[in-house]
Every structure is written in structure tokens, then in C-alpha cells.
């Protein structure tokens, strides 16, 4: 639902049409912004509420609501959201600490271990195009990123964009190749040796 503008303040020229006003013409443009603010906040909460109820004014048979009540229902519902803003801020906050804890005890564990489990799968997208999807490894280690793409260039596949990403504890290399009929077997191959050589 569009919302009107606000009315300009009532001391402004366009308010004033060019004069000066006199003390009526003031008063009444200082009713008129004050009903087109009430209008307005009543369109606020009521969209933030429940968008599909309309405001009591129509409602067939409800009392008209008065600005004292209108006022009340505005601050209930700023407190509402407010409330409700801290309790998804600390679910917030509760979930990424969580999170990162778990990651510290996956890293930990695999450390402990030896190194991650390195999957590798292969999308083949047509025309000889394959996306190699390489997950796990350390974060941090650029080295392997670097190792995989010259397994692939070393296998005969042409290597048309590669990226680097992390997600949470686990590396996760993107490699777009072109590889002849055929050899995508073998360019896989290379590129597990080449990962587990480098462990």
C-alpha cells in the first residue's frame, strides 16, 4: 500500500501560497498536517500489524478510535516491535556463537585427525564444459587451491574460470574446464592424487 507524502510544514512557502498567512489560514494547515500525520501513522501500524484489516473508522459497526487511543496503539505496537527486534537480535547472537563453536570443534577434531576429507565432484554442463566442485581442505591454505588448478591444467583440461570461497571451517574450490571427449576421468584423477600428495 503506497502511502501519501507528508504535507509541507505549515510556516512553508508552498503552505503559505507566497504571503504571509494570516492566523486562521496558519491554524488550519497546522490541522490539516496534524490529521495528514495521524493519517499517515495510522497507515504505518496498521500495515505493520495486520496489513489486510482496515482502520476501525471503517469497520462496519467499531467505535471511531480517538487520538489519545490512536497515539496509544502507535506506542504499543513501536514497544511490540522493539521487543521483538531485541529477541531476534539475541536469537541472532545465540546461533552465531553456536555456529562458531561448532566450527572450532570441527576444526578441532579434524586437526586432531589429520587433515579434512577433500570431495570432489564433476558437473558435466555440456559442449565438453565440466564444473569440478572441490570441498574441504583448510580455509586458509591458498596452496591447494592453487595445486588443484594445475592438476587440471596438467590433465589436459582447459581451465576457463576457477574461485575460491570459504564456508565456515571448509574451503570449497569452483573450477569451470574444458576437457576433451573423454578425458574428464583422467583430469579428475590428477586432481585427487594431486590434493592427497599435497595433505
Known amino acids: 500500500m503506497e502511502m501519501p507524502p507528508p504535507p509541507p510544514p505549515f510556516g512553508s512557502p508552498a503552505a503559505a501560497g507566497g504571503g504571509k498567512p494570516d492566523r486562521k489560514t496558519v491554524e488550519r494547515n497546522r490541522r490539516n498536517q496534524m490529521n495528514a500525520l495521524y493519517s499517515r501513522l495510522d497507515l504505518?501500524?496498521?500495515?505493520?500489524?495486520?496489513?489486510?484489516?482496515?482502520?476501525?473508522?471503517?469497520?462496519?459497526?467499531?467505535?471511531?478510535?480517538?487520538?489519545?487511543?490512536?497515539?496509544?496503539?502507535?506506542?504499543?505496537?513501536?514497544?511490540?516491535?522493539?521487543?521483538?527486534?531485541?529477541?531476534?537480535?539475541?536469537?541472532?547472537?545465540?546461533?552465531?556463537?553456536?555456529?562458531?563453536?561448532?566450527?572450532?570443534?570441527?576444526?578441532?577434531?579434524?586437526?586432531?585427525?589429520?587433515?579434512?576429507?577433500?570431495?570432489?565432484?564433476?558437473?558435466?554442463?555440456?559442449?565438453?564444459?565440466?564444473?569440478?566442485?572441490?570441498?574441504?581442505?583448510?580455509?586458509?591454505?591458498?596452496?591447494?587451491?592453487?595445486r588443484a588448478v594445475r592438476a587440471v591444467e596438467e590433465a589436459g583440461g582447459e581451465v576457463q574460470n576457477a574461485h575460491f570461497s570459504v564456508v565456515g571451517a571448509r574451503a570449497i574450490y569452483t573450477i569451470h574446464t574444458l576437457v576433451a571427449e573423454g578425458g574428464i576421468e583422467r583430469v579428475e584423477q590428477r586432481l585427487k592424487a594431486a590434493l592427497r600428495g599435497g595433505a
Open 44 to 146: 504505518l501500524v496498521r500495515s505493520g500489524s495486520s496489513p489486510s484489516s482496515a482502520p476501525p473508522e471503517v469497520q462496519r459497526g467499531a467505535p471511531v478510535m480517538t487520538r489519545p487511543d490512536r497515539l496509544e496503539e502507535a506506542a504499543a505496537y513501536i514497544r511490540q516491535t522493539t521487543e521483538r527486534v531485541e529477541r531476534l537480535k539475541e536469537r541472532k547472537r545465540e546461533l552465531t556463537a553456536a555456529r562458531a563453536s561448532s566450527s572450532q570443534q570441527g576444526s578441532g577434531s579434524s586437526s586432531a585427525a589429520g587433515p579434512a576429507a577433500v570431495e570432489v565432484e564433476v558437473q558435466h554442463l555440456g559442449s565438453g564444459l565440466h564444473a569440478i566442485l572441490v570441498t574441504g581442505g583448510r580455509p586458509s591454505d591458498g596452496a591447494s587451491f592453487h
